[in-house]
Nanobody
């Protein structure tokens, strides 16, 4: 069973930065895409950023220019660098990995990000 473990969440003031990490229990090169989603209270889970095994990235409009997704295949880890954080970025952030050949998606347990003064 694939395990994804997120870390790096916390409380930060508006305008601050955080870096989330997602460590996978197997080689991330085995996944077609890896990404970050978030879910705020009372809202649906939404895509934040994705990165393919070839390094192609995709971002939600709300985070473009502020967030950067990256991957370190040697460490089997995906990162989300979040800069210029806003209160509306407050949510639980989930790591996701997808394997298209089996149409399987894996999720981490989530990490809380709170942006507040």
């Amino acid at each position: 069973q694939v395990q994804l473990v997120e870390s790096g969440g916390g409380l930060v003031q508006p305008g601050g930065s955080l870096r989330l990490s997602c460590a996978a229990s197997e080689r991330i090169f085995n996944f077609n895409t890896m990404g970050w989603y978030r879910q705020a209270p009372g809202k649906q889970r939404e895509l934040v950023a994705k990165i393919t095994s070839g390094g192609i990235t995709n971002y939600a409009d709300s985070v473009k220019g502020r967030f950067t997704i990256s991957r370190d295949n040697a460490k089997n880890t995906v990162y989300l660098q979040m800069n210029s954080l806003k209160p509306e970025d407050t949510a639980v952030y989930y790591c996701n990995a997808e394997r298209l050949i089996t149409r399987t998606a894996y999720w981490g347990q989530g990490t809380q990000v709170t942006v507040s003064s």
